[in-house]
Protein backbone atom coordinates (compact mmCIF):
# COMPACT_ATOMS: atom_id res chain seq x y z
CA UNK A 1 0.00 0.00 0.00
CA UNK A 2 1.45 3.24 -1.02
CA UNK A 3 -1.29 5.35 0.61
CA UNK A 4 -2.42 5.58 4.46
CA UNK A 5 -4.18 2.01 5.20
CA UNK A 6 -7.50 1.67 6.48
CA UNK A 7 -8.12 -0.13 9.49
CA UNK A 8 -11.40 -1.67 10.18
CA UNK A 9 -11.78 -2.84 13.88
CA UNK A 10 -15.00 -4.84 15.49
CA UNK A 11 -15.87 -5.61 18.71
CA UNK A 12 -19.25 -6.10 20.50
CA UNK A 13 -19.00 -3.63 22.65
CA UNK A 14 -16.01 -0.63 23.54
CA UNK A 15 -13.73 -2.99 24.95
CA UNK A 16 -11.98 -3.20 21.77
CA UNK A 17 -11.30 0.45 21.88
CA UNK A 18 -8.04 -0.85 24.30
CA UNK A 19 -6.89 -2.66 21.09
CA UNK A 20 -7.25 0.61 19.39
CA UNK A 21 -5.61 2.36 21.71
CA UNK A 22 -2.31 0.19 21.09
CA UNK A 23 -2.76 0.49 17.16
CA UNK A 24 -2.79 4.41 17.56
CA UNK A 25 0.20 4.42 19.09
CA UNK A 26 2.14 1.59 16.81
CA UNK A 27 0.42 2.38 13.94
CA UNK A 28 -0.08 6.05 13.43
CA UNK A 29 -0.01 6.00 9.45
CA UNK A 30 -3.66 4.41 9.25
CA UNK A 31 -6.51 5.39 9.81
CA UNK A 32 -9.51 3.81 11.61
CA UNK A 33 -12.99 2.42 11.79
CA UNK A 34 -14.33 0.94 14.39
CA UNK A 35 -17.67 -0.59 14.84
CA UNK A 36 -19.23 -1.53 18.22
CA UNK A 37 -22.07 -4.19 17.99
CA UNK A 38 -23.57 -3.00 20.98
CA UNK A 39 -27.18 -4.20 20.05
CA UNK A 40 -26.10 -7.77 20.36
CA UNK A 41 -23.74 -7.54 23.42
CA UNK A 42 -22.47 -9.49 25.42
CA UNK A 43 -21.23 -11.97 22.53
CA UNK A 44 -20.07 -14.20 25.69
CA UNK A 45 -23.36 -15.58 26.10
CA UNK A 46 -24.14 -16.56 22.85
CA UNK A 47 -24.01 -19.31 20.54
CA UNK A 48 -21.22 -19.70 17.76
CA UNK A 49 -23.50 -19.77 14.83
CA UNK A 50 -24.96 -16.58 15.90
CA UNK A 51 -21.97 -15.22 16.98
CA UNK A 52 -20.82 -15.94 13.67
CA UNK A 53 -23.76 -14.41 12.11
CA UNK A 54 -22.80 -11.18 13.96
CA UNK A 55 -19.76 -10.90 13.30
CA UNK A 56 -19.60 -11.36 9.48
CA UNK A 57 -22.57 -8.96 9.25
CA UNK A 58 -20.35 -6.25 11.24
CA UNK A 59 -17.22 -7.40 8.48
CA UNK A 60 -19.17 -6.70 5.56
CA UNK A 61 -20.25 -3.25 7.33
CA UNK A 62 -16.44 -2.40 7.50
CA UNK A 63 -15.35 -4.05 4.41
CA UNK A 64 -17.98 -1.53 2.90
CA UNK A 65 -16.71 1.65 4.45
CA UNK A 66 -13.18 0.84 3.01
CA UNK A 67 -11.52 -1.93 5.28
CA UNK A 68 -8.25 -3.20 4.36
CA UNK A 69 -7.70 -5.34 6.92
CA UNK A 70 -10.16 -6.09 9.88
CA UNK A 71 -9.18 -6.66 13.54
CA UNK A 72 -11.47 -8.77 15.52
CA UNK A 73 -10.84 -6.64 18.82
CA UNK A 74 -12.84 -9.37 20.77
CA UNK A 75 -11.89 -12.28 22.30
CA UNK A 76 -14.92 -13.79 22.35
CA UNK A 77 -15.58 -13.42 18.30
CA UNK A 78 -11.80 -14.34 18.27
CA UNK A 79 -12.60 -17.35 19.92
CA UNK A 80 -15.84 -18.21 18.30
CA UNK A 81 -16.04 -16.88 14.22
CA UNK A 82 -12.86 -16.04 13.41
CA UNK A 83 -12.91 -19.38 10.69
CA UNK A 84 -16.28 -18.18 9.27
CA UNK A 85 -14.98 -14.54 9.13
CA UNK A 86 -11.71 -15.43 7.12
CA UNK A 87 -13.88 -17.95 4.79
CA UNK A 88 -16.43 -14.88 4.37
CA UNK A 89 -14.54 -11.96 4.32
CA UNK A 90 -12.55 -10.43 1.13
CA UNK A 91 -9.69 -8.67 3.18
CA UNK A 92 -7.11 -10.36 5.56
CA UNK A 93 -8.73 -11.04 9.06
CA UNK A 94 -6.60 -10.79 12.37
CA UNK A 95 -8.00 -12.47 15.86
CA UNK A 96 -6.65 -11.54 18.96
CA UNK A 97 -5.82 -14.85 19.97
CA UNK A 98 -3.22 -16.29 18.01
CA UNK A 99 -1.30 -12.83 18.59
CA UNK A 100 -1.81 -12.82 22.60
CA UNK A 101 -0.10 -16.59 22.73
CA UNK A 102 2.12 -15.55 20.33
CA UNK A 103 3.53 -12.78 22.46
CA UNK A 104 3.61 -15.01 25.60
CA UNK A 105 5.88 -17.62 23.79
CA UNK A 106 7.99 -15.33 22.77
CA UNK A 107 8.80 -14.04 26.00
CA UNK A 108 8.88 -17.33 27.67
CA UNK A 109 9.92 -20.01 25.51
CA UNK A 110 8.06 -22.97 26.98
CA UNK A 111 6.88 -21.90 29.83
CA UNK A 112 3.59 -21.97 31.86
CA UNK A 113 0.75 -19.42 30.79
CA UNK A 114 -1.87 -18.02 32.79
CA UNK A 115 -4.80 -16.91 30.78
CA UNK A 116 -7.10 -14.22 32.21
CA UNK A 117 -10.30 -13.95 30.38
CA UNK A 118 -14.38 -14.01 30.26
CA UNK A 119 -16.38 -17.09 30.67
CA UNK A 120 -17.32 -17.29 27.61
CA UNK A 121 -13.79 -17.50 26.09
CA UNK A 122 -12.51 -19.94 28.86
CA UNK A 123 -14.87 -22.18 27.89
CA UNK A 124 -13.76 -21.96 24.28
CA UNK A 125 -10.69 -23.01 25.38
CA UNK A 126 -9.38 -20.96 22.16
CA UNK A 127 -6.27 -19.28 24.14
CA UNK A 128 -5.47 -22.94 25.45
CA UNK A 129 -5.43 -24.31 22.17
CA UNK A 130 -3.13 -21.39 20.41
CA UNK A 131 -0.92 -21.91 23.69
CA UNK A 132 -0.60 -24.96 22.95
CA UNK A 133 0.77 -24.89 19.41
CA UNK A 134 3.07 -22.31 20.83
CA UNK A 135 4.74 -24.99 22.83
CA UNK A 136 3.26 -23.21 26.06
CA UNK A 137 1.22 -25.03 28.70
CA UNK A 138 -1.55 -22.50 29.79
CA UNK A 139 -4.40 -22.51 32.42
CA UNK A 140 -7.26 -20.50 31.68
CA UNK A 141 -9.52 -19.13 34.46
CA UNK A 142 -12.71 -16.85 34.58
CA UNK A 143 -12.80 -13.30 35.64
CA UNK A 144 -16.72 -12.94 35.14
CA UNK A 145 -16.38 -9.52 37.72
CA UNK A 146 -13.67 -7.88 36.22
CA UNK A 147 -15.27 -6.09 33.18
CA UNK A 148 -18.44 -4.73 35.71
CA UNK A 149 -15.65 -3.47 37.81
CA UNK A 150 -13.77 -1.93 34.67
CA UNK A 151 -17.29 -0.40 33.35
CA UNK A 152 -18.26 0.90 37.02
CA UNK A 153 -15.01 2.78 36.89
CA UNK A 154 -12.92 0.81 39.73
CA UNK A 155 -9.78 0.27 37.89
CA UNK A 156 -8.26 1.16 41.14
CA UNK A 157 -10.37 -0.03 43.63
CA UNK A 158 -9.89 -1.80 47.04
CA UNK A 159 -12.50 -4.18 46.26
CA UNK A 160 -11.38 -4.82 42.38
CA UNK A 161 -7.60 -5.53 44.55
CA UNK A 162 -9.68 -7.67 46.77
CA UNK A 163 -11.39 -9.82 43.33
CA UNK A 164 -7.90 -9.80 41.62
CA UNK A 165 -6.30 -11.40 44.56
CA UNK A 166 -9.01 -14.14 45.30
CA UNK A 167 -9.28 -14.90 41.71
CA UNK A 168 -5.75 -15.04 41.01
CA UNK A 169 -5.11 -17.01 44.39
CA UNK A 170 -7.65 -19.64 43.21
CA UNK A 171 -6.24 -19.00 39.63
CA UNK A 172 -2.28 -20.18 41.23
CA UNK A 173 -3.61 -23.03 43.18
CA UNK A 174 -5.82 -24.72 40.15
CA UNK A 175 -3.00 -23.83 37.67
CA UNK A 176 0.08 -25.98 40.45
CA UNK A 177 -2.77 -28.81 40.70
CA UNK A 178 -3.37 -29.16 36.85
CA UNK A 179 0.73 -29.18 36.92
CA UNK A 180 1.01 -25.73 35.36
CA UNK A 181 3.50 -23.10 37.08
CA UNK A 182 2.66 -19.94 35.17
CA UNK A 183 5.19 -17.35 34.43
CA UNK A 184 2.96 -15.26 32.34
CA UNK A 185 -0.24 -13.69 32.78
CA UNK A 186 -2.21 -13.72 29.38
CA UNK A 187 -4.99 -10.51 30.14
CA UNK A 188 -7.27 -12.38 27.29
CA UNK A 189 -9.92 -9.90 26.95
CA UNK A 190 -10.32 -6.75 26.02
CA UNK A 191 -11.33 -4.44 28.94
CA UNK A 192 -8.66 -6.12 31.57
CA UNK A 193 -5.53 -3.89 29.85
CA UNK A 194 -7.23 -1.42 32.18
CA UNK A 195 -6.58 -3.87 35.55
CA UNK A 196 -3.10 -3.72 34.80
CA UNK A 197 -1.83 -1.70 37.11
CA UNK A 198 -3.79 -3.31 39.41
CA UNK A 199 -2.95 -6.66 38.68
CA UNK A 200 0.76 -5.54 39.42
CA UNK A 201 0.71 -4.51 42.69
CA UNK A 202 -1.98 -7.51 43.78
CA UNK A 203 1.12 -9.50 42.09
CA UNK A 204 4.04 -7.67 44.20
CA UNK A 205 1.84 -7.29 47.75
CA UNK A 206 0.10 -10.83 47.70
CA UNK A 207 2.23 -13.60 45.40
CA UNK A 208 5.72 -12.15 45.69
CA UNK A 209 7.56 -15.25 45.61
CA UNK A 210 5.66 -15.68 42.22
CA UNK A 211 7.43 -13.92 39.48
CA UNK A 212 5.18 -13.59 36.78
CA UNK A 213 4.87 -10.41 34.11
CA UNK A 214 1.94 -9.44 32.66
CA UNK A 215 0.91 -9.41 28.66
CA UNK A 216 -1.94 -8.32 27.00
CA UNK A 217 -3.35 -9.70 23.86
CA UNK A 218 -4.29 -5.94 22.72
CA UNK A 219 -0.60 -4.91 22.77
CA UNK A 220 0.43 -8.09 21.09
CA UNK A 221 -2.31 -7.76 18.21
CA UNK A 222 -1.65 -4.32 17.74
CA UNK A 223 2.45 -5.41 17.21
CA UNK A 224 1.16 -8.07 14.67
CA UNK A 225 -0.73 -5.21 12.93
CA UNK A 226 2.30 -2.84 12.90
CA UNK A 227 4.53 -5.61 11.45
CA UNK A 228 2.32 -6.44 8.75
CA UNK A 229 2.25 -2.85 7.24
CA UNK A 230 5.39 -2.19 8.48
CA UNK A 231 6.09 -1.44 4.09
CA UNK A 232 3.73 1.58 5.27
CA UNK A 233 5.60 2.95 7.98
CA UNK A 234 7.59 5.58 6.38
CA UNK A 235 4.45 7.74 4.95
CA UNK A 236 3.92 11.08 6.41
CA UNK A 237 3.05 10.92 9.44
CA UNK A 238 -0.85 12.47 9.76
CA UNK A 239 -3.32 12.14 12.70
CA UNK A 240 -5.33 9.27 12.18
CA UNK A 241 -8.86 9.79 11.06
CA UNK A 242 -10.74 7.67 13.52
CA UNK A 243 -14.70 7.10 12.76
CA UNK A 244 -16.51 5.27 15.66
CA UNK A 245 -20.26 3.43 14.86
CA UNK A 246 -22.15 1.52 17.63
CA UNK A 247 -25.31 -0.41 16.74
CA UNK A 248 -27.06 1.25 19.56
CA UNK A 249 -26.38 2.58 23.05
CA UNK A 250 -24.33 5.14 21.96
CA UNK A 251 -24.41 7.11 24.87
CA UNK A 252 -22.69 4.44 27.14
CA UNK A 253 -19.87 3.86 24.41
CA UNK A 254 -19.54 7.70 24.14
CA UNK A 255 -19.03 8.65 27.86
CA UNK A 256 -16.86 5.12 29.17
CA UNK A 257 -15.18 4.85 25.27
CA UNK A 258 -12.75 7.38 26.21
CA UNK A 259 -10.99 5.84 29.34
CA UNK A 260 -10.54 2.67 27.05
CA UNK A 261 -9.30 4.38 24.23
CA UNK A 262 -6.70 6.80 26.52
CA UNK A 263 -8.02 9.82 24.63
CA UNK A 264 -11.45 11.87 23.83
CA UNK A 265 -13.69 9.96 21.89
CA UNK A 266 -15.67 11.85 19.01
CA UNK A 267 -19.11 11.09 18.04
CA UNK A 268 -20.31 7.87 17.94
CA UNK A 269 -22.65 7.38 14.79
CA UNK A 270 -25.40 5.08 15.43
CA UNK A 271 -26.14 2.59 12.63
CA UNK A 272 -28.74 -0.74 12.13
CA UNK A 273 -27.24 -3.97 11.30
CA UNK A 274 -30.60 -5.78 11.12
CA UNK A 275 -31.59 -8.04 14.29
CA UNK B 1 -62.05 -18.87 35.45
CA UNK B 2 -62.96 -22.36 36.13
CA UNK B 3 -59.78 -24.44 34.65
CA UNK B 4 -56.13 -23.42 35.83
CA UNK B 5 -55.22 -20.23 34.61
CA UNK B 6 -52.25 -20.30 32.55
CA UNK B 7 -49.22 -17.56 33.24
CA UNK B 8 -46.94 -16.53 30.94
CA UNK B 9 -43.62 -15.02 32.50
CA UNK B 10 -41.55 -13.19 30.46
CA UNK B 11 -38.08 -12.08 31.35
CA UNK B 12 -34.31 -10.69 28.98
CA UNK B 13 -32.86 -13.65 31.19
CA UNK B 14 -33.53 -16.09 34.12
CA UNK B 15 -33.16 -13.28 36.58
CA UNK B 16 -37.49 -12.99 36.22
CA UNK B 17 -37.08 -16.51 37.78
CA UNK B 18 -37.36 -14.56 41.53
CA UNK B 19 -40.93 -13.44 40.40
CA UNK B 20 -42.06 -16.88 39.52
CA UNK B 21 -40.79 -18.40 42.37
CA UNK B 22 -42.91 -15.88 44.92
CA UNK B 23 -46.19 -16.84 42.09
CA UNK B 24 -45.37 -20.12 42.56
CA UNK B 25 -45.92 -19.96 46.34
CA UNK B 26 -48.53 -17.72 46.32
CA UNK B 27 -50.36 -19.11 43.29
CA UNK B 28 -50.03 -22.52 42.91
CA UNK B 29 -53.45 -23.31 41.47
CA UNK B 30 -52.04 -21.78 38.38
CA UNK B 31 -49.45 -23.11 35.44
CA UNK B 32 -46.42 -21.71 34.04
CA UNK B 33 -44.54 -21.06 30.66
CA UNK B 34 -41.45 -18.34 31.46
CA UNK B 35 -39.53 -17.19 28.58
CA UNK B 36 -35.82 -15.85 28.52
CA UNK B 37 -35.20 -13.95 25.80
CA UNK B 38 -31.25 -14.61 26.62
CA UNK B 39 -30.12 -14.63 22.61
CA UNK B 40 -31.07 -10.73 23.67
CA UNK B 41 -29.44 -9.58 26.93
CA UNK B 42 -28.93 -7.45 29.04
CA UNK B 43 -32.31 -5.48 27.65
CA UNK B 44 -30.13 -2.75 29.78
CA UNK B 45 -28.07 -1.53 27.22
CA UNK B 46 -30.62 -1.60 24.30
CA UNK B 47 -33.04 1.50 23.18
CA UNK B 48 -36.91 2.03 23.78
CA UNK B 49 -37.54 0.75 20.44
CA UNK B 50 -35.55 -2.12 20.68
CA UNK B 51 -36.78 -3.04 23.85
CA UNK B 52 -40.54 -2.90 22.64
CA UNK B 53 -39.71 -4.62 19.52
CA UNK B 54 -38.22 -7.56 21.65
CA UNK B 55 -40.70 -8.00 24.38
CA UNK B 56 -43.95 -7.56 22.31
CA UNK B 57 -42.16 -10.82 20.03
CA UNK B 58 -42.10 -12.64 23.68
CA UNK B 59 -45.22 -11.79 24.50
CA UNK B 60 -47.25 -12.92 20.66
CA UNK B 61 -44.78 -16.16 21.91
CA UNK B 62 -46.35 -16.94 25.54
CA UNK B 63 -49.69 -15.99 23.76
CA UNK B 64 -49.82 -18.94 20.94
CA UNK B 65 -48.02 -21.54 23.30
CA UNK B 66 -51.69 -20.26 26.11
CA UNK B 67 -50.93 -17.98 28.62
CA UNK B 68 -53.84 -16.33 29.71
CA UNK B 69 -52.17 -13.16 31.77
CA UNK B 70 -48.51 -12.16 30.98
CA UNK B 71 -46.28 -10.66 33.37
CA UNK B 72 -43.40 -8.90 32.60
CA UNK B 73 -40.71 -10.33 34.90
CA UNK B 74 -38.10 -7.71 34.00
CA UNK B 75 -37.42 -4.33 35.33
CA UNK B 76 -35.99 -2.77 32.45
CA UNK B 77 -39.03 -4.04 29.94
CA UNK B 78 -41.77 -2.75 32.42
CA UNK B 79 -40.32 0.27 32.91
CA UNK B 80 -39.82 0.56 28.79
CA UNK B 81 -41.80 -1.21 27.05
CA UNK B 82 -44.93 -1.83 29.02
CA UNK B 83 -47.44 0.77 27.15
CA UNK B 84 -46.37 -0.83 23.51
CA UNK B 85 -46.91 -4.70 25.18
CA UNK B 86 -50.52 -3.49 26.46
CA UNK B 87 -51.12 -2.02 24.03
CA UNK B 88 -50.20 -5.09 21.79
CA UNK B 89 -51.12 -7.85 23.19
CA UNK B 90 -54.73 -9.84 23.59
CA UNK B 91 -54.18 -10.45 27.26
CA UNK B 92 -53.77 -8.90 30.66
CA UNK B 93 -49.95 -7.48 30.94
CA UNK B 94 -48.74 -6.88 34.15
CA UNK B 95 -45.03 -5.13 35.00
CA UNK B 96 -43.02 -5.73 38.23
CA UNK B 97 -42.55 -1.62 38.76
CA UNK B 98 -46.38 -0.74 39.87
CA UNK B 99 -46.39 -3.89 42.36
CA UNK B 100 -43.08 -2.39 43.83
CA UNK B 101 -44.49 1.16 44.05
CA UNK B 102 -47.60 0.01 45.59
CA UNK B 103 -46.24 -1.85 47.88
CA UNK B 104 -43.78 0.66 49.27
CA UNK B 105 -47.21 2.89 49.92
CA UNK B 106 -48.80 0.16 51.21
CA UNK B 107 -46.11 -0.76 54.03
CA UNK B 108 -45.33 3.21 54.61
CA UNK B 109 -47.78 5.94 53.25
CA UNK B 110 -45.82 9.22 52.43
CA UNK B 111 -42.31 8.17 53.29
CA UNK B 112 -38.96 8.12 51.62
CA UNK B 113 -38.21 5.00 49.16
CA UNK B 114 -34.60 3.96 47.82
CA UNK B 115 -34.77 2.10 44.72
CA UNK B 116 -31.36 -0.31 44.27
CA UNK B 117 -31.95 -1.19 40.26
CA UNK B 118 -29.68 -1.72 37.09
CA UNK B 119 -28.28 1.51 35.40
CA UNK B 120 -31.03 1.28 32.85
CA UNK B 121 -33.62 0.95 35.26
CA UNK B 122 -33.15 4.06 36.64
CA UNK B 123 -32.08 6.11 33.85
CA UNK B 124 -35.64 5.17 33.12
CA UNK B 125 -37.09 6.46 36.23
CA UNK B 126 -40.02 4.46 35.98
CA UNK B 127 -39.69 3.83 39.71
CA UNK B 128 -39.40 7.79 40.67
CA UNK B 129 -42.56 7.98 38.50
CA UNK B 130 -44.68 5.46 40.44
CA UNK B 131 -43.46 6.15 43.85
CA UNK B 132 -44.60 9.72 42.88
CA UNK B 133 -48.30 8.38 42.15
CA UNK B 134 -48.17 6.58 45.62
CA UNK B 135 -46.98 9.63 47.22
CA UNK B 136 -43.60 8.40 47.71
CA UNK B 137 -40.65 10.54 47.52
CA UNK B 138 -38.05 7.83 45.71
CA UNK B 139 -34.21 7.96 45.43
CA UNK B 140 -32.92 5.35 42.68
CA UNK B 141 -30.01 4.58 43.22
CA UNK B 142 -27.84 2.55 40.43
CA UNK B 143 -25.94 -0.67 41.18
CA UNK B 144 -24.25 -2.71 38.47
CA UNK B 145 -21.96 -4.78 40.05
CA UNK B 146 -24.70 -6.48 42.28
CA UNK B 147 -25.86 -8.37 39.04
CA UNK B 148 -22.37 -10.03 38.28
CA UNK B 149 -21.86 -10.85 42.12
CA UNK B 150 -25.02 -13.10 41.99
CA UNK B 151 -24.11 -14.29 38.77
CA UNK B 152 -20.91 -15.39 40.57
CA UNK B 153 -22.69 -17.17 43.01
CA UNK B 154 -21.05 -14.59 46.12
CA UNK B 155 -24.55 -13.88 47.13
CA UNK B 156 -23.08 -14.35 50.65
CA UNK B 157 -19.38 -13.06 50.16
CA UNK B 158 -17.52 -10.61 52.10
CA UNK B 159 -16.54 -8.84 48.56
CA UNK B 160 -20.30 -8.09 47.91
CA UNK B 161 -21.39 -7.06 51.77
CA UNK B 162 -18.14 -4.82 50.96
CA UNK B 163 -19.84 -3.55 47.77
CA UNK B 164 -23.44 -3.27 49.11
CA UNK B 165 -22.16 -0.98 52.20
CA UNK B 166 -20.32 1.29 49.50
CA UNK B 167 -23.66 1.86 47.21
CA UNK B 168 -26.06 2.13 50.50
CA UNK B 169 -23.34 4.42 51.85
CA UNK B 170 -23.57 6.42 49.00
CA UNK B 171 -27.26 5.95 48.25
CA UNK B 172 -28.07 7.29 51.85
CA UNK B 173 -25.66 10.18 51.31
CA UNK B 174 -26.93 11.04 48.48
CA UNK B 175 -30.84 10.42 48.98
CA UNK B 176 -30.31 12.84 52.10
CA UNK B 177 -28.58 15.59 49.81
CA UNK B 178 -31.41 15.29 47.67
CA UNK B 179 -33.88 15.81 50.64
CA UNK B 180 -35.23 12.23 51.02
CA UNK B 181 -34.97 9.90 54.45
CA UNK B 182 -35.77 6.18 52.84
CA UNK B 183 -37.25 4.12 55.40
CA UNK B 184 -38.07 1.80 52.97
CA UNK B 185 -35.54 0.06 50.50
CA UNK B 186 -37.22 -1.50 47.08
CA UNK B 187 -35.12 -3.97 45.21
CA UNK B 188 -35.87 -2.98 41.79
CA UNK B 189 -34.23 -5.94 39.53
CA UNK B 190 -34.55 -9.59 39.46
CA UNK B 191 -31.30 -10.64 40.86
CA UNK B 192 -31.71 -8.62 44.17
CA UNK B 193 -33.76 -10.69 45.98
CA UNK B 194 -31.47 -13.31 46.22
CA UNK B 195 -29.06 -10.85 48.18
CA UNK B 196 -31.50 -9.81 50.78
CA UNK B 197 -30.17 -11.55 53.89
CA UNK B 198 -26.94 -10.10 52.60
CA UNK B 199 -28.28 -6.57 52.77
CA UNK B 200 -30.13 -7.33 55.81
CA UNK B 201 -27.27 -7.88 57.41
CA UNK B 202 -25.14 -4.87 55.98
CA UNK B 203 -27.69 -2.31 57.08
CA UNK B 204 -27.27 -3.74 60.53
CA UNK B 205 -24.04 -3.92 60.83
CA UNK B 206 -23.52 -0.54 59.06
CA UNK B 207 -26.34 1.10 58.97
CA UNK B 208 -27.71 0.51 62.70
CA UNK B 209 -29.18 4.18 63.10
CA UNK B 210 -31.61 3.86 59.76
CA UNK B 211 -34.87 2.21 60.67
CA UNK B 212 -35.29 0.72 57.05
CA UNK B 213 -37.47 -2.38 55.49
CA UNK B 214 -36.23 -4.09 52.51
CA UNK B 215 -39.35 -5.03 50.01
CA UNK B 216 -39.02 -6.65 46.26
CA UNK B 217 -40.50 -6.03 43.39
CA UNK B 218 -40.80 -10.01 42.49
CA UNK B 219 -42.97 -10.29 45.88
CA UNK B 220 -45.00 -7.81 45.33
CA UNK B 221 -46.02 -8.25 41.47
CA UNK B 222 -46.42 -11.99 42.85
CA UNK B 223 -48.91 -10.63 45.06
CA UNK B 224 -50.71 -8.30 42.97
CA UNK B 225 -51.26 -11.92 40.87
CA UNK B 226 -52.63 -13.29 43.51
CA UNK B 227 -55.32 -10.97 44.09
CA UNK B 228 -56.34 -10.70 40.47
CA UNK B 229 -56.75 -14.46 40.25
CA UNK B 230 -58.37 -15.01 43.63
CA UNK B 231 -61.50 -16.03 42.36
CA UNK B 232 -59.30 -19.51 41.24
CA UNK B 233 -57.99 -19.61 44.43
CA UNK B 234 -60.22 -22.89 45.38
CA UNK B 235 -59.26 -24.67 42.54
CA UNK B 236 -57.72 -28.09 43.56
CA UNK B 237 -54.61 -27.74 44.52
CA UNK B 238 -51.99 -29.69 41.93
CA UNK B 239 -48.14 -29.48 41.27
CA UNK B 240 -48.17 -26.40 38.34
CA UNK B 241 -47.07 -27.33 35.74
CA UNK B 242 -44.10 -25.05 34.15
CA UNK B 243 -42.54 -25.04 31.00
CA UNK B 244 -39.23 -23.16 30.34
CA UNK B 245 -38.23 -21.39 27.21
CA UNK B 246 -34.85 -19.67 25.94
CA UNK B 247 -33.55 -18.24 22.97
CA UNK B 248 -30.17 -18.71 23.41
CA UNK B 249 -27.40 -19.93 26.58
CA UNK B 250 -30.01 -22.64 27.23
CA UNK B 251 -26.79 -23.81 29.62
CA UNK B 252 -26.32 -20.57 31.91
CA UNK B 253 -30.06 -20.94 32.40
CA UNK B 254 -30.10 -24.44 33.15
CA UNK B 255 -27.17 -24.08 35.84
CA UNK B 256 -27.79 -20.66 37.31
CA UNK B 257 -31.62 -21.21 37.08
CA UNK B 258 -32.52 -23.18 40.04
CA UNK B 259 -31.11 -20.73 42.10
CA UNK B 260 -33.40 -18.31 41.26
CA UNK B 261 -36.20 -20.47 41.17
CA UNK B 262 -35.29 -21.88 44.38
CA UNK B 263 -36.22 -25.29 43.44
CA UNK B 264 -34.98 -27.72 40.37
CA UNK B 265 -35.12 -26.11 36.95
CA UNK B 266 -36.56 -28.66 34.21
CA UNK B 267 -35.25 -28.95 30.63
CA UNK B 268 -35.27 -25.40 29.21
CA UNK B 269 -36.34 -25.57 25.64
CA UNK B 270 -34.39 -23.16 23.03
CA UNK B 271 -36.65 -21.47 20.71
CA UNK B 272 -35.74 -18.65 17.65
CA UNK B 273 -37.53 -15.59 17.80
CA UNK B 274 -35.40 -13.94 14.89
CA UNK B 275 -33.06 -11.47 14.83
Redesign the interface.
Same mark, same amino acid.
Request: charge should be negative; glycine fraction near 8%; proline fraction near 15%.
Given at each position: MSTRPVIGIFDSGFGGLTVMRSLLRLVPQADYIYLGD /??? %? $?YG #?? #?RE /?IARYAVGSARFLEARGAELLVVACNTASALALDALQAEARIPVLGVIQPGASAAAAAAPGSGVLVLATEATVQSHAYARACAEHGLQAYEKAC??L? $? %?V !? !?GWTDH $? =?TE !? =?AR %?YLAEAFADARAAGISPTTILLGCTHYPLLQPLLERVLRTHFAGTPVRILDSAEATARVVAQQLAATAGLPAAQPQCSFYAT? #?VA?FERLGSRFLGQPIGQVQLIDL @? @?
Open positions: /TAR %L $P #SK #S /TPLV $P %L !E !E $P =V !E =V %LD #SK @G @G
